[in-house]
């Protein structure tokens, strides 16, 4: 009867976990559909400003290149792994036994979430220092503030670092206890 609580417990564990790495997925994927609309709104703001107006938004372009298209692409990267939206070589899997398999997976994964947690403290470093020294990027009409434009490397690399590391655990764990994928 111990067995079965201590499983449970870790059971519930797992489900809550799981959860609150969805939600962070869901949260960063969200923000960056926003900012989607947001850089389009902009730019055919802009776009009609300097065509029908002849003004232009003086700052759209160093906003929509430095601060809001990294966004769009760094934010959903947890997301688009979880959906499979990337490239995986699985030629050998087919060939392989299914516990070799996740054994390969799971190194694999953990290696890479090694490399993104490496990336996730060296940007979340290079993004604090950029903050206490007050790096800015001169504008024509703005003066930019770095750190602003970096700190969503370490935010998007940290979800996708987590995201890693729980594949890399249900990996091991699916062929021994039956875990569908």
Known sequence: MRNN?????Q??????????????????????????????????????GRYF?????????NLTTEYLMPVILLLPLSWAFQEGAFIKLDVL???????????????????????FALITV????????????????MGAEVDWPVYLALIWIPIACSVLTLRLVANAFRSVRQPFNGEDE
């Open 5 to 9: 609580d201590k499983s449970a417990n």
């Open 11 to 48: 059971m519930e564990g797992t489900v809550r976990s799981r959860s609150v790495l969805q939600w962070a997925e869901a949260a960063c994927t969200v923000g960056a559909g926003v900012i989607v609309v947001v850089t389009m709104t902009l730019v055919a703001a802009d776009a009609i």
């Open 53 to 61: 107006f002849s003004s232009p938004i003086g700052f759209q372009y």
């Open 93 to 115: 899997e087919s060939v392989m036994p299914e516990r070799l398999t996740a054994a390969v997976n799971a190194i694999a994964l953990a290696l890479t979430a090694l490399v």
């Open 122 to 137: 060296y940007s979340a470093i290079h993004t604090y220092e950029a903050w206490v020294e007050g790096d800015i990027v």
